[in-house]
């Protein structure tokens, strides 16, 4: 989702938050939108601890057959709000599988950055959760050459060590030039560095999205895609939207080129095979940048995630190979993806499609951790309290009386609004949902309210919804 400001919040944050609001199982976006989009602030109540001491079994009663639900409760003047432009969704009852509401839930459309889910699903399938990203520096072919390969991590920062970037425990390049500079003097004692080569030959091009539009690097949501980049090609390390630069690779090598003093040359190339590695620093893990990428609708993470996947996958290393390597992963998860077409990982793309059916069903496998999703539901924002659903245009008004019950990803491209996830109903019912509001052309801001009002009305019917 494209946004103005982020909020920061640590992985004990929230727990707390999945703990406090009933979570726990068992029991594009672009550049920044055009409203205000303050924090809320309201600290998270606490989940109390008490003690469970056990109870005799008690004798079993006669079963008796459950009443016919009584589906009353409609929804339907909501999703016909004029705000939502031509609008699709649905919404499943997670317990029981059944379709409670429809509107188009078959139709493979754009889903803006809820496309991320799907991202994060496939690299949690292909690469495990705890893989990491990796940035090394090895032994060059000539005398004082060293090459700086980079491995797809975009949180790879140039700031000192302890400085805080938009990407929490990300690795430094002051801390690789000084592993570098220590096996560089044990193995050529009195030889200087003259030469560094920089190596993002790891991803293929082009960097750059052919459907994307290029106001998105401009305003700050989005660097050219690279190998090899520092602080996601943020002007500001430490914001989460900060305008990027042209040449990410350049803003890299020069960066670590600082730290070895004046006279050294920085050119473009590989590195020689089997090369000696000097040095290398790690990402953090695939889980955490899941949570980092989700919960704030980080575009630079989800395409690092979705190229790698592909590279692990056996795929390719440019966005054509992102689609072969993400269905067959999906497929594991036990939902064939029928419909759904990855043409990159953030969902800027108009021409990304997933039908809202295929969301709710991931959904419920998301909701219960099943597969080792747990990642994906840690990362989604929750109503008025994280991430991109606790700006103050979210979840306000008569809305807010869904505040910490909906746990979902929101989307944003000039062609529409997306809202998709997981919602505890006030009568207790777990309830899966995705909603589209799509233009053509531009879809307004305004389509958020009404997203957040439909979605709050769901709340209130539970498993009294209507598909009428």
């Not at 991202?119 to 050459?145: F, I």
């Not at 190998?227 to 500001?236: K, N, P």
């Amino acid at each position: 989702m494209r946004r103005r400001t982020a909020l920061a919040v640590s992985g004990g944050a929230v727990l707390v938050g999945l703990i406090a609001a009933g979570w726990v199982a068992g029991a594009a976006d672009g550049a920044p939108e055009p409203a205000a989009l303050a924090t809320r602030t309201a600290p998270l109540p606490i989940a109390s601890t008490r003690v469970v001491t056990a109870t005799p079994t008690p004798a079993p009663t006669p079963t008796r057959t459950a009443a016919p639900v009584a589906r009353t409760c409609s929804v339907a003047a909501a999703a016909r709000d004029p705000r939502l432009h031509s609008f699709q969704g649905q919404v499943l009852n997670a317990r029981t599988g059944e379709v409670l509401f429809d509107r188009g839930g078959g139709t493979p459309s754009r889903a803006a950055s809820v496309m991320k889910v799907l991202t994060s699903a496939a690299a949690l399938e292909v690469l495990g959760p705890d893989h990491r990203l990796t940035t090394e520096v090895v032994q060059g072919s000539r005398p004082g050459e060293i090459v700086l390969v980079g491995g797809g991590d975009p949180t790879l920062s140039r700031t000192p060590v302890r400085t805080a970037t938009a990407y929490a425990g990300a690795p430094h390049l002051s801390t690789l030039a000084r592993q570098v500079k220590a096996a560089w003097k044990a193995a050529h004692p009195g030889q200087r560095i003259t030469r560094i080569v920089l190596d993002s030959s790891y991803f293929g091009g082009p960097t750059w999205q052919p459907s994307w539009d290029v106001k998105e690097r401009r305003l700050g949501s989005t660097p050219e895609i690279t190998a090899l980049m520092v602080d996601g090609d943020r002007a500001d390390p430490a914001a989460s939207t900060s305008p990027r630069g042209s040449d990410p690779v350049g803003r890299a090598g020069s960066a670590f080129a600082s730290y070895f003093g004046r006279g050294v040359t920085v050119v473009r190339g590989t590195a020689p095979s089997g090369a000696a590695v000097l040095g290398a620093v790690r990402s953090q893990p695939v889980s955490t940048l899941i949570r980092q990428e989700l919960l704030v609708s980080d575009n630079t993470l989800a395409e690092a995630l979705a190229r790698v996947t592909a590279i692990e996958a056996g795929t390719g290393n440019t966005f054509s190979a992102i689609d072969a390597a993400v269905l067959p992963a999906l497929r594991a998860y036990g939902i064939a993806p029928t419909g759904v077409r990855v043409v990159d990982g953030s969902g800027l793309s108009d021409d990304d499609r997933i039908p809202p059916a295929y969301l709710t069903k991931l959904f419920v496998q998301v909701l219960h951790r099943s597969h080792g999703l747990g990642p994906v539901l840690d990362g989604l924002p929750i109503a008025g309290r994280t991430g991109s659903l606790a700006y103050s245009d979210r979840f306000s008004g008569a809305a807010a009386r869904a505040d910490g019950h909906v746990r979902a990803k929101t989307g944003w491209i000039d062609s529409g609004y997306t809202l998709a996830g997981i919602i505890r109903a006030e009568d207790g019912t777990p309830l899966t949902f995705a909603f589209y509001a799509l233009g053509p052309p531009i879809v307004s801001p305004t389509a958020k309210q009404a997203l957040d009002a439909l979605t709050a009305d769901v709340w209130s019917c539970g498993n009294r919804l209507s598909d009428r």
